[in-house]
T-cell receptor, first 110, second 113 residues
Framework: DQQVKQNSPSLSVQEGRISILNCDYTNSMFDYFLWYKKYPAEGPTFLIS?????DKNEDGRFTVFLNKSAKHLSLHIVPSQPGDSAVYFCAAGGSEKLVFGKGTKLTVNP | EPEVTQTPSHQVTQMGQEVILRCVPI?????FYWYRQILGQKVEFLVSFYNNEISEKSEIFDDQFSVERPDGSNFTLKIRSTKLEDSAMYFCASSVERNTEAFFGQGTRLTVV
């Protein structure tokens, strides 16, 4: 069941540059989307969300873009900081449950 | 800042034993969830709970699993007869409303031996 896909298992960027994390989904019934950040041995931490009626949502250094026609969303982190290094999960919801991607491990190098 | 708390952080149990995982959701939240993550795999939805009853459950959530809100603060997941494949991180989460962000606890690592 690959309703939510994060095709890049890892991403490495330099401190201060932009990090772009991508996510694709297949289920048209999804109507809200979230990004979570996760450290080892901890629970997912909510970062930012977007509903299907919007195409962009911004919160500080984090911006999520949604392209419904392409069933694609992305998370932009600008500027990237070493503390952003973690696994980032995309999640989608259309009912009460969230469907998660496999995650992308982001490493921000000083 | 309010947070979801889970106990214990790590539970080791023998195959066939019953285990209860405990959670205290954020106090003004109305929706409660259990998810699990088997090592190296995705975070998977197990069950959602609203108004003192299960509102949605996945195929994983079979008769071996049950949830309960025994009082005004705790939310528990019981596995009646644990199997080796139940070994995973179990995350409790809660949200204010349906279709809003869910806040997750730190997780309970369940190891079935």
């Amino acid at each position: 069941d690959q309703q939510v896909k994060q095709n890049s298992p890892s991403l490495s960027v330099q401190e201060g540059r932009i990090s772009i994390l991508n996510c694709d989904y297949t289920n048209s019934m999804f109507d809200y989307f979230l990004w979570y950040k996760k450290y080892p041995a901890e629970g997912p931490t909510f970062l930012i969300s977007i509903s299907s009626i919007k195409d962009k949502n911004e919160d500080g250094r984090f911006t999520v873009f949604l392209n419904k026609s392409a069933k694609h969303l992305s998370l932009h982190i600008v500027p990237s900081q070493p503390g952003d290094s973690a696994v980032y999960f995309c999640a989608a919801g259309g009912s009460e449950k969230l469907v998660f991607g496999k995650g992308t491990k982001l490493t921000v190098n000083p | 800042e309010p947070e979801v708390t889970q106990t214990p952080s790590h539970q080791v149990t023998q195959m066939g034993q019953e285990v209860i995982l405990r959670c205290v959701p954020i106090s003004n939240h109305l929706y409660f969830y259990w998810y699990r993550q088997i090592l190296g795999q995705k975070v998977e939805f197990l069950v959602s709970f609203y108004n003192n009853e299960i509102s949605e459950k996945s195929e994983i959530f079979d008769d071996q699993f049950s949830v309960e809100r025994p009082d005004g603060s705790n939310f528990t997941l019981k596995i009646r007869s644990t199997k080796l494949e139940d070994s995973a991180m179990y995350f409790c989460a809660s949200s204010v409303e349906r279709n809003t962000e869910a806040f997750f606890g730190q997780g309970t690592r369940l190891t079935v031996v």
